[in-house]
């Protein structure tokens, strides 16, 4: 019986990886928006730089979305700051959106790789 194939990639998951990297920073705890890109670029090596006219829509967007949620903290130069956390279904969006990035780089590896036929 022949191997069912999985669903083709959404067209936007590329423009969506900014989302996913937001998600799993909140996977450690909540955070302002400044330390998120930061954690971001230090995870990267500085390779992805996170500009706050990405962020700050991707942020907005995600809450909108349920997958976070946000609230009023103080930051630790003691001024007030928005501070975000992942919710449970921000979990169950970053476990799918990990896997279908997984997928998307297996079958990227898979064209720039030697052909085999």
């Avoid at 019986?1 to 937001?22: H, N, S, V, W």
């Avoid at 799993?24 to 995870?43: C, F, K, N, P, S």
């Avoid at 009023?72 to 921000?90: C, D, F």
Wanted: positive net charge; hydrophobic residues 40%; glycine residues 6%.
């Amino acid at each position: 019986m022949p191997r069912k194939a999985a669903p083709p990639l959404e067209a936007d998951l590329l423009q969506g990886t900014l989302d996913l990297l937001i998600l799993q920073t909140l996977v450690m705890g909540a955070a302002h928006g400044h330390t998120i890109a930061h954690a971001i670029e230090r995870r990267s090596d500085e390779v992805l730089q996170v500009e706050h006219g990405s962020l700050y829509p991707a942020l907005h967007r995600l809450e909108d979305r349920g997958w976070i949620a946000s609230f009023w903290g103080t930051s630790e130069n003691n001024r007030k700051a928005r501070y975000y956390r992942l919710t449970q279904a921000g979990k169950k969006q970053l476990t799918h959106q990990t896997s279908r990035w997984e997928q998307l780089v297996r079958a990227v590896n898979r064209v720039l790789g030697p052909a085999t036929d």
